[in-house]
């Protein structure tokens, strides 16, 4: 999930300029990821989208199966002050996950996807996901 928030394409040139990118895109927010990699946001309805997908995808998983939701934000960039930060389509995106999940687990945690907070319960979630097989 930690590239939900974001559509990268790389180029194959060492420079980066926004005139690179489809006129279509030319309002959106980018960030340069580094000389070749460059970072989209998505919007409120794409974030709504992929959520739905999400959970669609894991309702329908076969065996053992879980979402965690780092409420704070799903990447570096995606968290308050930095490039990506946007709480509405943070929130479209969960909103999607939870209208789609059906019975499959759903944990919701105040962290943000970096924390180690978040990456211990992950982790920790993982291990009792992997013995239940």
Sequence with gaps: MKCCPLLSW??????????????????????Q???TVTLMRTTVEENRKLGEEIGCKA???TGPTCIM????????IDQPGKAFDDP?????LFD?????????ELIEL???INDVEFAEAAAGKL???LNQR
Excluded: C, E, M
């Excluded at 060492?14 to 980018?30: G, V």
């Excluded at 999607?96 to 499959?104: E, K």
């Design 59 to 61: 309702a329908a998983a």
């Design 10 to 31: 790389v180029k194959s040139s060492l420079t980066w300029s926004t005139s690179a990118h489809p006129k279509k895109f030319k309002d959106r927010k980018f960030y």
């Design 127 to 129: 291990l009792v996901l």
């Design 69 to 76: 939701v780092p409420l704070k934000g799903v990447s570096a």
């Design 110 to 112: 105040d962290h943000q």
């Design 96 to 104: 999607g996950i939870r209208a789609t999940h059906g019975s499959v």
């Design 88 to 92: 509405a389509a943070r929130q479209a």
């Design 33 to 35: 990821h580094n000389p």
